[in-house]
Every structure is written in structure tokens, then in C-alpha cells.
């Protein structure tokens, strides 16, 4: 799920970066540009610029307050005259968003042109040729401009197939005013935080302690790997071929979950818990802990939002014993160009202008408030000035997903639907972590889509 703000063909030569920077747009431009015919009266003869309509196919970033979408849109096409964006909306919830294009693109559609995927899919995208490899039309020195680590994250077997759009990481935001009038500090551990998520519920200090990411679904996976990456588990190994997940540390992350309901620290519906509801119960006033994205705190201080003045952000923690902070996970989203796109030259265009300083500038600064993929812009001490949690930023330790397999999904799945059974309380913690492990073996040498 995203957000609660309130989300082969050949044909290179000419079309190569190379011939396209500056000077091959308007080799596109030119060969775009038509001759018209006028009425037989007259024998005059105009010209008339031809636009190319390229579909972007994207979920909402946010939904309250202003689209980042549009506004990418609007300021690209002010630059760029000859192209014309079209905005198609995409599933909300991200597992719905890859079915529904998988479908699509393995079924030879031209359309969408461009798509935003979230940054798990690489794997199975690029396996499966359902994204074009960037690294083939775009030059070596294109991909510097990305903060490091991205590129690495949106390739598979040495082609990139997404260009980083933003990223997402998971951070702890805090009521300070409620942590304050009990004179706790900011939990280091997970433990603490439960004894503390607890106690202000005990004295009724506020409905819920801590509210996250449980339900059965991609974001439960992310939750999962942050605990399970504290207590030094890996998922898969170096090749990520084989599952090495270690069932006794699955099994304490469970445990850790289920008690975080059963000690009255996290509410029972938890369970069913995506971002959006996560987000509600916190922006409504309702709970003392949020684990949510980057976006969190701006959501948490716009209009409507009953905490407005009263929310801090840390690093997540850890469990006791381990050094602080916790891991993050990393999220976000890339932007991918479908393979079967006719329109590649005004694709690309979009691309290096999303991914560029001006726009990225854009998606930094609030309302929106996304940490920026690009270097320079990320670095910028404007920018970080802007939104508390890029202050945190260098504090935080990240751990991906293991979605260098191309069968991530049903890898994911093994993971999410065991996790949430123990965290519901309908399975052990134990037997849910044996269950994982197994699911997790077969997962891995599953060959389908
Ligand atoms: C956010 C992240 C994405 C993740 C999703 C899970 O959108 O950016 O990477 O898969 O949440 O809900």
C-alpha cells in the first residue's frame, strides 16, 4: 500500500541516448513535425508541431492536499512543448498495482508508456522483460546523479531497469507532547517502547500505543525485515538463491509482534493494518507510536491533523542488546518504461527530467516532502532544512527487501502472510516462523510470474 497522506522491442542506434540528450529531442521534434495541406483554394502550405502523448501509469503519492503527479506534469511539459503527459491512475496498494500490470505488459500492450514501480520489482521486471533496461538507452554517466546504493537497487543481472524516483525508509514518530508529560525518553529498544506504548494506554493517556504496518500484505513484509534485520537474520543468501532464514530469530520477531498486541502496547486490528490506517489512528490523535515512511510527518502536520506542533521523529529502534538504531527498510519508487512502448525518446525525456534537479526539488520540498533520489538535491542543506525526517536521515542503518530473486512475490508472501498469523494470534510464533521457512524454500524456486 502507498500512502494515507490525510500511496522488447530493439530500435536503439538512433534512439540511444547518445543521439537523443539535447540535440536527438529535436531530431524527435523534427521527424514529429508534419506537413498540412490546406484547403484547395489555397496552395499554402503550414506546419504544425505534432505532440507525443506519452501514459504514465502511477498510484497516488498522497491523498490529501496536492498531486505530485500533476505537478511533475505541469512542469515537465512547460519545458517540454512537443510532449504531452497522460496520467493514469494506479492501484493504491502495490501487490494489486504489479498484478494488474504484469497482466498487461506480458500481454503486449503498448500502454501505459511509462509506469511507477515500486522498488522491489526489478527482479521479476527484468527477468520477465516487463521493463526496458535503461542501462541499454541511457549512458553510464546518466545513473551518477542517483544517491548511492539506488542504482544497485534497480538493477537485475547488471542492466537497470527503474530509475529511482523517491525513496521511502521506515522511521518512529512520536507524540512529544504525551512522551514528555510522562517523562519518557524517546525508546531506544523495541522493548521500551512497548513497556512505554503500554503504560500510556494503561493510564489512558491515549487509545492505542503504538500503531504500524501488520497486515497481511507487501508493507508487512517491510515491518517484518526491520525487526528480523535487528536481530541479525538474513533472508536469502549472497546469491539470493537459497533461503537461509534463521528460525529462531523469525521466531523472537514474532513473539516480539504478538506481545506488542497481548501486553495492550498495539491495538488487535493492527493486524489488518496497512498505511493508511496506521496513518488515521495517529493523525487523529489516537495513538503515542506511528512506524511509517518519510511522508508521515508531513501528512502528520498538514490541515486536519490533530497533532499538528506535537510529532517527533527518530530512527526505529532495536531490540535490547543490539547497537542503536534499529534498520529501516528500504521502499520507494522507480520510474520504469514499458518495453513495448512506442513513444521511447519522449519516455526517456520524462525520465531524465522526473529524476533531474528541478524536479526533484519539487517532490523535496512539502506538501510533499519525499526524500529526493537525486544526489545533489538530497545534499542540499535547503532541502534538508525542510522536513524533519531528512534530518534523521544519516542516522538511519537500511536494510532492502531480498527482491534480487525474480520471485520476490511469492517470496514476500511467505513472509506477510505468516508474520501477520502469529501477530493475529491464530498461529505460534514458532510454528508461523517453521511455516515461513518452508513457504520461503519453495518460494524461492518457484519459476511463474
Ligand atoms: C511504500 C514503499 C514501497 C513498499 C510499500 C508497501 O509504498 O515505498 O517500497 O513496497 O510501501 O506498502
Known amino acids: 500500500m502507498r500512502r494515507t497522506r490525510a500511496y522488447r522491442s530493439t530500435g536503439r542506434g538512433r534512439r540511444r541516448w547518445g543521439a537523443f540528450g539535447v540535440g536527438g529531442m529535436v531530431a524527435?521534434?523534427?521527424?514529429?513535425?508534419?506537413?498540412?495541406?490546406?484547403?484547395?483554394?489555397?496552395?499554402?502550405v503550414t506546419h504544425a508541431a505534432k505532440t507525443t502523448t506519452i501514459t504514465w501509469w502511477a498510484s497516488p503519492i498522497s491523498t490529501s492536499g496536492p498531486d505530485l503527479r500533476k505537478a511533475l506534469i505541469t512542469a515537465f511539459e512547460k519545458k517540454n512543448p512537443g510532449i504531452t503527459v497522460k496520467l493514469?491512475?494506479?492501484?493504491?496498494?502495490?501487490?494489486?498495482?504489479?498484478?494488474?500490470?504484469?497482466?498487461t505488459i506480458s500481454g503486449?500492450?503498448?500502454?501505459?508508456?511509462?509506469?511507477?514501480?515500486?522498488?522491489?520489482?526489478?527482479?521479476?521486471?527484468?527477468?520477465?522483460?516487463?521493463?526496458?533496461?535503461?542501462?541499454?538507452?541511457?549512458?553510464?554517466?546518466?545513473?551518477?546523479?542517483f544517491a548511492s546504493g539506488l542504482v544497485e537497487g534497480a538493477s537485475y543481472k547488471g542492466q537497470v531497469y527503474g530509475a529511482p524516483f523517491f525513496q521511502d525508509q521506515g522511521f518512529l514518530y512520536y507524540r512529544k507532547d504525551l512522551l514528555a508529560a510522562a517523562h519518557m525518553p524517546v525508546p531506544k529498544t523495541w522493548?521500551?517502547?512497548?513497556?512505554?506504548?503500554?503504560?500510556?494506554?494503561?493510564?489512558?493517556?491515549?487509545?492505542?500505543?503504538?500503531?504500524?504496518?501488520?497486515?497481511?500484505?507487501?508493507?508487512?513484509?517491510?515491518?517484518?525485515?526491520?525487526?528480523?534485520?535487528?536481530?541479525?537474520?538474513?533472508?536469502?543468501?549472497?546469491?539470493?538463491?537459497?533461503?537461509v532464514l534463521n528460525v529462531a530469530k523469525t521466531t523472537k520477531v514474532l513473539s516480539f509482534l504478538r506481545s506488542l498486541v497481548t501486553s495492550g502496547a498495539s491495538p488487535g486490528a493492527v493486524d489488518t493494518f496497512q498505511e493508511p490506517q496506521a496513518m488515521t489512528a495517529f493523525q487523529n490523535g489516537q495513538a503515542a507510536f506511528l512506524r511509517n515512511w518519510d511522508y508521515a510527518?508531513?501528512?502528520?502536520?498538514?490541515?486536519?491533523?490533530?497533532?499538528?506542533?506535537?510529532?517527533?521523529?527518530?530512527?526505529?529502534?532495536?531490540?535490547?542488546?543490539?547497537p542503536y538504531p534499529g534498520y529501516s527498510n528500504i521502499g520507494g519508487w522507480n520510474l520504469y518504461i514499458n518495453p513495448h512502448s512506442v513513444n521511447?525518446?519522449?519516455?526517456?525525456?520524462?525520465?531524465?527530467?522526473?529524476?533531474?534537479?528541478?524536479?526533484?526539488?519539487?517532490?523535496?520540498?512539502?506538501?510533499?516532502?519525499?526524500?529526493?533520489?537525486?544526489?545533489?538535491?538530497?545534499?542540499?542543506?535547503?532541502?534538508?532544512?525542510?522536513?524533519?525526517?531528512?534530518?534523521?536521515?544519516?542516522?538511519?542503518?537500511?536494510?532492502?527487501?531480498?527482491?534480487q530473486n525474480p520471485n520476490y512475490p511469492k517470496i514476500s508472501q511467505a513472509i506477510y502472510t505468516n508474520m501477520n498469523s502469529a501477530l493475529a494470534g491464530s498461529t505460534s510464533p514458532s510454528a508461523a516462523a517453521n511455516a515461513m521457512a518452508s513457504q520461503l524454500k519453495s518460494a524461492v524456486s518457484n519459476t511463474g510470474l
Open 28 to 44: 524527435v521534434m523534427g521527424a514529429a513535425t508534419v506537413s498540412v495541406t490546406a484547403p484547395s483554394t489555397s496552395a499554402a
Open 108 to 145: 503486449g500492450a503498448k500502454s501505459p508508456d511509462i509506469f511507477m514501480g515500486d522498488v522491489i520489482w526489478p527482479g521479476q521486471f527484468g527477468a520477465h522483460g516487463l521493463a526496458l533496461p535503461l542501462s541499454k538507452y541511457l549512458p553510464k554517466s546518466f545513473f551518477k546523479r
Open 191 to 243: 522493548e521500551q517502547l512497548r513497556t512505554d506504548a503500554a503504560t500510556l494506554v494503561k493510564q489512558h493517556k491515549v487509545k492505542y500505543g503504538f500503531v504500524f504496518e501488520g497486515g497481511s500484505y507487501e508493507g508487512g513484509t517491510c515491518n517484518f525485515m526491520e525487526y528480523y534485520a535487528d536481530t541479525g537474520g538474513k533472508v536469502l543468501n549472497a546469491t539470493d538463491t537459497q533461503s
Open 88 to 103: 493514469q491512475t494506479a492501484p493504491t496498494n502495490t501487490d494489486t498495482n504489479r498484478a494488474d500490470l504484469v497482466t
Open 344 to 403: 521511447r525518446a519522449a519516455d526517456l525525456k520524462f525520465i531524465e527530467f522526473v529524476t533531474g534537479p528541478e524536479a526533484q526539488t519539487i517532490e523535496a520540498r512539502p506538501p510533499f516532502s519525499e526524500i529526493p533520489t537525486n544526489a545533489s538535491v538530497r545534499a542540499n542543506p535547503a532541502i534538508k532544512r525542510l522536513n524533519p525526517p531528512f534530518a534523521v536521515l544519516s542516522r538511519t542503518k537500511l536494510v532492502p527487501r531480498p527482491a
Open 297 to 322: 510527518y508531513s501528512t502528520s502536520q498538514a490541515s486536519g491533523s490533530k497533532v499538528i506542533g506535537k510529532v517527533g521523529v527518530a530512527p526505529l529502534p532495536t531490540f535490547a542488546g543490539q
